[in-house]
């Protein structure tokens, strides 16, 4: 079963508007979560979170980790077009030695109208 | 300019003919993964390597090998390729270091190869 789910799955939005961006996990080990961003060619690192409660903020990009509920959000305010993209959520689930997986979920599709 | 590459670009082949897509970086990375992207699948992890002539499966391996001789490089070996393995293929590296409190960091992704296997 999915170990990382990102809802919605896509979403259209006008410019201006603020959009939530959810990402749920549920991994043996949680060692970080992290946001990339995918435009027509290969993904760009947004942010990763490894402690709850801490914001991370990037101009009108922000993500908060909830490592209780297992969960976090990827919050972009004041949309602009060029926000048009896929935006991926990873778990690295840590199992012992060095050894890991990076787990992604399907990603969000992102539609920004002008 | 530190990059990740891939080559191809784009390839189409015949089912059984083996093929290799290389990877490689100039960053000096430990960590670097294969991954595919199918429509509605995401990304999924193929194989990574934590350093030089270590190697694991990710979780989709069938079909794939690959091998860590050299840091730089970590080509991606499709040895008798069928229609399902057609598909968008990213190389990734990483300055992940081993232990329980180290983490991926962030991965950065070569420019994808797609793959169209008759």
């Known amino acids: 079963e999915d170990k990382v789910v990102q809802s919605p799955l896509s979403l259209v939005v006008h410019e201006g508007d603020t959009v939530t961006l959810n990402c749920s996990y549920e991994?043996?080990?949680?060692?970080?979560l992290l946001w990339y961003k995918q435009e027509k060619k290969a993904p760009t690192f947004l942010f990763m979170l490894?402690?709850?409660?801490i914001e991370k903020k990037s101009g009108r990009l922000s993500s908060i980790l909830d490592k209780k509920e297992l969960f976090s959000i990827l919050n972009i305010t004041a949309t602009q077009t060029g926000d048009s993209a896929i935006y991926l959520c990873?778990?690295?689930?840590?199992?012992?030695?060095?050894?890991?997986?990076?787990?992604f979920g399907k990603g969000t599709k992102l539609s920004v109208k002008p | 300019e530190a990059q990740v590459t891939q080559n191809p670009r784009y390839l189409i082949t015949v089912t059984g003919k083996k093929l290799t897509v290389t990877c490689s970086q100039n960053?000096?990375?430990?960590?670097m993964s294969w991954y595919r992207q199918d429509p509605g699948l995401g990304l999924r992890q193929i194989y990574y390597?934590?350093?030089?002539?270590?190697?694991d499966k990710g979780d989709v391996p069938e079909g794939y090998k690959v091998s860590r001789k050299e840091k730089r490089n970590f080509p991606l070996i499709l040895e008798s390729p069928s229609p399902n393995q057609t598909s968008l293929y990213f190389c990734?590296?990483?300055?992940?270091?081993?232990?329980?409190?180290?983490?991926?960091?962030?991965?950065?992704f070569g420019p994808g190869t797609r793959l169209t296997v008759l």
């Open positions: 490894t402690s709850s409660g």
């Open positions: 991994v043996t080990n949680f060692r970080s």
């Open positions: 390597s934590m350093n030089v002539e270590v190697t």
């Open positions: 960053m000096n990375h430990e960590y």
């Open positions: 990873a778990v690295d689930d840590y199992y012992g030695g060095s050894q890991g997986n990076l787990i």
């Open positions: 990734a590296s990483s300055p992940r270091t081993s232990g329980r409190e180290s983490s991926y960091n962030e991965q950065f």
